[in-house]
T-cell receptor
Framework: GAVVSQHPSRVICKSGTSVKIECRSLDFQATTMFWYRQFPKQSLMLMATSNEGSKATYEQGVEKDKFLINHASLTLSTLTVTSAHPEDSSFYIC??????????FGSGTRLTVV | AQSVTQLDSQVPVFEEAPVELRCNYSSSVSVYLFWYVQYPNQGLQLLLKYLSGSTLVESINGFEAEFNKSQTSFHLRKPSVHISDTAEYFCAVSAGGSEKLVFGKGTKLTVNP
């Protein structure tokens, strides 16, 4: 139980275009979703916390206009990287908080901007 | 706010040797503690967690961790490692499921034959 499905797993886009990453909770309702970014050989850095039906809370230094997060339903949260540039290339992972106190993670999206 | 320190960035060991990956945390509130494993180009897999109750928690593949409140530690141990245990291990802390999970920098465990 408590599975989060993240798509796509890999995406290559041209510089200047936008990319949308989806995370769906398959068998539970995700009230809170977290979006992380991971650079090669580094740890996960929290980008933002989103609660269903309200605006996301961004961590310091994360551009909210560049990384658009939508959490319109209890089963879907999306991250859109707008006007992507090569420096946005990274591994993006979503996570949902569980009522039990734990977390479940998506399988990640490898974004490459060329 | 919570923070996590993983003291060792890399830990090389030989197969069948014991291993300990160290994790210390700081928090002003009660915490939940986690260990995650990440294989190359994959997402995170939960290894084990401490939410409450027994301070010694175990995983199905032989890892264990002990929550030590006085030392603010949650070290991960395995008495005998396998080649397949080679991966990146992340310690993480949160104040609860609706609160953000804060990760340590990770420890790369390399098991050599």
């Amino acid at each position: 139980g408590a599975v989060v499905s993240q798509h796509p797993s890999r995406v290559i886009c041209k510089s200047g275009t936008s990319v949308k990453i989806e995370c769906r909770s398959l068998d539970f309702q995700a009230t809170t979703m977290f979006w992380y970014r991971q650079f090669p050989k580094q740890s996960l850095m929290l980008m933002a916390t989103s609660n269903e039906g309200s605006k996301a809370t961004y961590e310091q230094g994360v551009e909210k206009d560049k990384f658009l997060i939508n959490h319109a339903s209890l089963t879907l949260s999306t991250l859109t990287v707008t006007s992507a540039h090569p420096e946005d290339s990274s591994f993006y992972i979503c996570s949902a908080g569980l009522q039990s106190g734990g977390y479940t993670f998506g399988s990640g999206t490898r974004l490459t901007v060329v | 706010a919570q923070s996590v320190t993983q003291l060792d960035s890399q830990v090389p060991v030989f197969e069948e040797a014991p291993v300990e990956l160290r994790c210390n945390y700081s928090s002003s509130v009660s915490v939940y503690l986690f260990w995650y494993v990440q294989y190359p180009n994959q997402g995170l897999q939960l290894l084990l967690k401490y939410l409450s109750g027994s301070t010694l928690v175990e995983s199905i593949n032989g890892f264990e961790a002990e929550f030590n409140k006085s030392q603010t530690s949650f070290h991960l141990r395995k008495p005998s490692v396998h080649i397949s245990d080679t991966a990146e291990y992340f310690c993480a802390v949160s104040a609860g499921g609706s609160e953000k999970l804060v990760f340590g920098k990770g420890t790369k465990l390399t098991v050599n034959p």
